[in-house]
């Protein structure tokens, strides 16, 4: 992974008055968010593949509607995320990025690892459904605090002209993190039912301790931003006792998170694209291998390695606001497209959709949200910001597989309502970014300079 963009800015440029501006410490603070966002993430999809094509089998065999029930266990962990948000980004704020996203990673590979232990609904009844929805509550708040720690970070120690493209590499290890689910699921799903739905699930969620591994040993040599350090030594040497986080966030920024909320629903394309889309497409009605499918995802996501970090260079060209609000516009039309495709059983056609859709439209607005949002808040509050705002909105990502599903009934091409539902949500998330401020532009010292100061009590 290489991390050497230079867009030739002049030396007068705002980002090079940043006391942050080391680009040897952006570079270290973007491989940090790529490494760890490729475990998280991988984590997350190796569950949503198996909620969809295997979990119905092995946790609720003969339940009415065991698809819809597995879907919804997807959903779970989007409840528990707005809580894991308030108590993670308050300590994220206090305590320090680092320490969180530490704790954020080895959470989320031990449960990870844990879920692939899990007994059968065979063989221990409820005991088995209870645990996986305990375990997907874990993850969920594992999730709520890694890319808006990630995204923070990589913002801080970035200097102003380029941290569009730094903070890029944040969701760009999502996208890696799905491609791994996807390559440990293709030869997990072309075993034999009896095999797959024994033990043979269960080998993509061993593997996470791997992944953890990795991103352990890459991530433990980050620093703090030193504008983080900055605020926390001057609120010190104050000797005034600063509001809790979210106080002081709901106080000074309230009209951010709402923004961050709606801008948020634009991943409800990614969930009805990788969960809804794999479980509706290997339907017996549809008749796509699962196979098939996992590597249209692959391919989709593979070009988002490459189109993201350019759409980040972009946005510090021509600003957030343009890139974010195309690609929702775009996705709001392109996923008619995919489900379109799907529809008409051709492969070539399904891939050229699903590339466009994923790896393009969809990955301007993915590449560019952690600085997005990151620059609507001040250092003081920035990690409890981004952590609620983003998990409040993405809590009906969460449940989109589900609403889908019940919206699609029991007709095998009723596809328009999803893709309706879907387009609805991208342009609210495209609404919400036209009302918001362009700061791609403004060094983080003047930005947290313009915004309102918390209300401190002396002690």
């Given amino acids: 992974m290489t991390l050497d963009h230079r867009p030739g800015r002049p030396s007068h440029d705002p980002g090079s008055s940043d006391p942050n501006a080391d680009p040897a410490k952006a570079k270290m603070a973007a491989k940090a968010a790529f490494f760890g966002s490729m475990l998280e993430y991988y984590d997350f999809y190796i569950f949503a593949s198996a909620a969809a094509l295997v979990f119905p089998h092995v946790f609720f065999e003969g339940a009415k509607n065991p698809v819809l029930l597995s879907l919804a266990t997807f959903g779970i962990s989007y409840i528990a995320r707005p809580v894991g948000a308030v108590v993670l980004g308050h300590f994220g704020d206090r305590a320090g990025r680092k320490k969180v996203m530490m704790f954020c990673l080895v959470l989320m590979g031990l449960v990870t690892f844990l879920i692939g232990c899990l007994p059968s609904s065979a063989t221990a009844g409820a005991v088995g459904p209870i645990l996986l929805v305990v375990l997907r509550v874990f993850q969920g708040i594992s999730a709520a605090g890694e890319q808006s720690g990630a995204g923070s970070l990589t913002l801080e120690h970035s200097p102003a002209n380029r941290r569009g493209f730094f903070c890029s590499w944040t969701l760009t290890g999502t996208q890696a993190g799905f491609i791994l689910a996807s390559l440990a699921f293709i030869p997990v799903a072309s075993l034999p039912d009896e095999t797959l739905y024994s033990w043979g699930w269960r080998i993509p969620f061993w593997c996470s301790l791997i992944v953890l591994v990795v991103a352990y040993v890459v991530r433990r040599k980050l620093e703090e931003p030193e504008i983080f350090v900055a605020t926390q030594e001057a609120i010190a040497e104050s000797k005034t006792a600063a509001p809790l986080p979210v106080v002081d966030l709901f106080r000074t920024h309230w009209r951010d998170v709402m923004r961050v909320v709606f801008c948020a629903f634009i991943a409800v394309v990614s969930t009805v694209f990788s969960v809804f889309g794999l479980a509706y497409a290997t339907t017996p009605e549809i008749g796509m291998s699962r196979t098939t499918m996992l590597w249209v995802a692959i391919a989709a996501n593979a070009v988002a390695l490459v189109s993201q970090p350019l759409f980040g260079i972009l946005s510090d060209r021509i600003g957030r606001k343009p890139?974010?609000?195309?690609?929702?516009?775009?996705?709001?039309?392109?996923?008619?497209?995919?489900?379109?495709?799907?529809?008409?059983?051709?492969?070539?056609?399904?891939?050229?959709?699903?590339?466009?859709?994923?790896?393009?439209?969809?990955?301007?607005?993915?590449?560019?949200?952690?600085?997005?949002?990151?620059?609507?808040?001040?250092?003081?509050v920035r990690y409890s910001g981004m952590a609620i705002g983003t998990q409040l909105g993405f809590a009906l990502a969460g449940f989109a597989p589900t609403i889908a599903q019940a919206l699609r009934g029991g007709e095998a091409d009723n596809w328009i309502p999803v893709a309706a539902f879907t387009a609805v949500c991208a342009l609210i998330a495209a609404t919400s970014a036209s009302t918001s401020r362009e700061n791609s532009r403004t060094p983080l010292a003047e930005l947290d300079k313009a915004l309102p100061e918390p209300a401190l009590t002396r002690v």
Wanted: aromatic content about 18%; charged content about 5%.
């Fill in 323 to 380: 890139v974010f609000i195309g690609g929702a516009i775009g996705s709001a039309a392109g996923i008619f497209l995919y489900f379109a495709a799907i529809g008409s059983g051709n492969v070539v056609l399904i891939f050229a959709a699903g590339i466009a859709l994923m790896g393009g439209l969809y990955a301007a607005t993915n590449a560019i949200w952690p600085a997005f949002y990151a620059e609507m808040f001040s250092s003081r």
